[in-house]
Antibody, heavy 118, light 110 residues
Framework: QVQLQESGPGLVKPSETLSLTCRVS????????WSWIRQPPGKGLEWIGY???????AYKPSLKSRVTISIDSSNNQFSLKLSSVTAADTAVFYC????????????WGPGTLVTVSS | QSVLTQPPSVSAAPGQKVTISCSGS????????VSWYQQFPGTVPKLLIY???KRPSGIPDRFSGSRSGTSATLDITGLQTGDEADYYC???????????FGGGTKLTVL
């Protein structure tokens, strides 16, 4: 059974960089892409970006200048960095397994709430 | 405002059928597979439908999906109070080069 688990600070100050890690267990990271998705309180889902086993990443164009996703396949984990955060970046952040050709996300982490506040 | 357009809310009585629509364009729904997710308040989104009309193991056949042109629909038959949740459609957009989600539809079972 594939399991994903997000970890990282729950509080980030405005203008600083949000950093999260997702640990994957129960499967190899090969053959899939690995996404970060966020959901502001009371709002809908927003895809941030994904990364493949080879390290090639794709990002939501409107966030591209602030986002970096990296992968550490030897330790079965991938990470998100979102720079220059504001209160508008407050959200529950999910990591999820993405099927490249089909486009769906089948396994999700439980999510972690990150609040941007001074 | 989402590129994939869903009605904010739908409602129906227990036992009835409800249809949730997801309207897009030729670069997303018209060109790529659609998936659907169910999310109860405070919980993780759950994959209901992938590849337009396929159900993952464990998803009841009361849930079905279809795609026609640049629109997709999720049908739920035999509605139960336990189906009350938010439902999201999703698809890759070949022009925008990003994964899109609809704005979500809140299902109320009256």
């Amino acid at each position: 059974q594939v399991q994903l688990q997000e970890s990282g600070p729950g509080l980030v100050k405005p203008s600083e960089t949000l950093s999260l890690t997702c640990r994957v267990s129960g499967d190899s990271m090969r053959n899939y892409h690995w996404s970060w998705i966020r959901q502001p309180p009371g709002k809908g889902l927003e895809w941030i970006g994904y990364i493949g086993y080879t390290g090639i990443a794709a990002y939501k164009p409107s966030l591209k200048s602030r986002v970096t996703i990296s992968i550490d396949s030897s330790n079965n984990q991938f990470s998100l960095k979102l720079s220059s955060v504001t209160a508008a970046d407050t959200a529950v952040f999910y990591c999820a397994r993405h099927h490249f050709w089909s486009g769906h996300h089948d396994y999700w982490g439980p999510g972690t709430l990150v609040t941007v506040s001074s | 405002q989402s590129v994939l357009t869903q009605p904010p809310s739908v409602s129906a009585a227990p036992g009835q059928k409800v249809t949730i629509s997801c309207s897009g364009s030729s670069s997303n729904i018209g060109d790529n597979h659609v998936s659907w997710y169910q999310q109860f308040p405070g919980t993780v989104p759950k994959l209901l439908i992938y590849d337009n009309n396929k159900r993952p193991s464990g998803i009841p056949d009361r849930f079905s999906g279809s795609r026609s042109g640049t629109s997709a629909t999720l049908d739920i038959t035999g509605l139960q109070t336990g189906d009350e949740a938010d439902y999201y459609c999703g698809a890759w957009d070949s022009s925008l080069r990003e994964v899109l989600f609809g704005g979500g539809t809140k299902l109320t079972v009256l």
